[in-house]
């Protein structure tokens, strides 16, 4: 079945520690967006790619890395300069253009201890 | 700029009564508008979208939903509520250039 796997579900981090998310989708979408997601506050866009190579700053991108090498990957680096990440990350994707509908991801929980 | 609020953050039923979920939307275009629903821990699902065709919306597991362009809301409905339906629901726009903004979210808490 097509979908879009996160892995790890659960992850734990020392501070100062940078971690990467990862995110593959065989659905042959062209387009792929990480959210951050903080109880009461809905979703946040961190980055996205609309193609192979290239990708944009969403409204919370400062602290995160990403890089889009393959058409099926959009992974995501945490890194030690993002002031508080704990929270839940998800991954989407969409074909693109148009407002079309995303396909989420089950989604990764980051604990900082 | 757009923005979307849901005028609850929490919402309780009792199971086999009606659903209601608001959201308010500010759009300086014609906007598409959605509704998902995200089961505890668990990714987003798409329930219904809005694309300027019918007013009416129908999505899955018996929800719908009606644009009132007047109102500039887009409000979710259910006649009759399931246990399994509780869960995180969020309204969602889209403006002219595909941006898609999330409102805050509304848990719907469904009581036997």
């Known amino acids: 079945d097509g979908g879009i796997t996160q892995s790890p579900k659960y992850l734990f981090r020392k501070e100062g520690q940078n971690v990467t998310l990862s995110c593959e989708q065989n659905?042959?979408?062209?387009?792929m967006y990480w959210y951050r997601q903080d109880p009461g506050q809905g979703l946040r866009l961190i980055y996205y790619?609309?193609?192979?190579?290239?990708?944009q700053k969403g409204d919370i991108a400062e602290g995160y890395s990403v890089s889009r090498e393959k058409k099926e990957s959009f992974p995501l680096t945490v890194t030690s300069a993002q002031k508080n990440p704990t929270a839940f990350y998800l991954c989407?994707?969409?074909?693109?253009?148009?407002?079309?509908?995303?396909?989420f991801g089950a989604g990764s929980r980051l604990t900082v201890l | 700029a757009q923005s979307v609020t849901q005028l609850d953050s929490h919402v309780s039923v009792s199971e086999g009564t009606p659903v209601l979920l608001r959201c308010n939307y500010s759009?300086?275009?014609?906007?598409?508008l959605f509704w998902y629903v995200q089961h505890p821990n668990k990714g987003l699902q798409l329930l219904l979208k809005?694309?300027?065709?019918?007013?009416l919306v129908k999505g899955i597991n018996g929800f719908e939903a009606e644009f009132k362009k007047s109102e500039t809301s887009f409000h979710l409905t259910k006649p009759s509520a399931h246990m399994s339906d509780a869960a995180e629901y969020f309204c969602?726009?889209?403006?002219?250039?595909?941006?898609?903004?999330f409102g805050a979210g509304t848990i719907l808490r469904v009581k036997s």
């Open positions: 759009s300086s275009y014609s906007p598409s």
């Open positions: 989407a994707s969409t074909t693109g253009g148009g407002a079309n509908v995303l396909t």
């Open positions: 790619s609309q193609i192979v190579n290239d990708f």
């Open positions: 809005y694309t300027s065709a019918a007013t």
């Open positions: 969602v726009v889209s403006d002219l250039g595909n941006k898609l903004v």
């Open positions: 659905l042959n979408h062209d387009a």
